[in-house]
């Protein structure tokens, strides 16, 4: 998802993305693909951006938009932040799902005992 917010402050600044590239110390491109939301924004990076445009932080920030993993086990996770603190939530629906399942094998785990006595 395109970084609206900041691309409108960075050009109403007057600031090229090759000058805040250099402040970030990356190549205009890889700037580039973070403005158009194709690379996640870390928290330091947001910080860093509004420092150079002399902004608080908030005029700037927009979330990244949630993107699925499968993880290697085989869950599944909805990837929320891009910093150094990964936060992860499962979508309620598969949380609901997930407790209809524990329910039906408590039942029988309950019925199997009694058929063992």
């Known amino acids: 998802m395109e970084k609206v917010k900041l691309i409108n ?25 973070r403005e ?33 993993f ?3 086990d085989n869950s599944t996770v909805h990837y929320l932040n891009s910093g150094t603190n990964n936060t992860y939530s499962v979508p309620e629906h598969l ?6 399942y524990i329910t039906i094998l408590e039942n029988k785990i309950v019925e199997l005992e009694q058929k063992n006595k």
Not at 40 to 61: F, G, M, R, T
């Open 36 to 68: 158009k939301g194709q690379v996640n924004i870390s928290s330091q990076e947001w910080e860093k951006l509004a420092n150079i445009l002399d902004i608080p932080v908030e005029e700037i920030y927009e979330p990244e938009e949630n993107r699925v």
């Open 9 to 33: 402050k960075r050009k109403e600044s007057n600031i090229s993305q090759a000058t805040i590239a250099e402040k970030l110390c990356m190549d205009v491109s890889n700037y580039n693909r």
């Open 95 to 100: 949380l609901e799902t997930q407790r209809k």
């Open 70 to 72: 499968i993880c290697k």
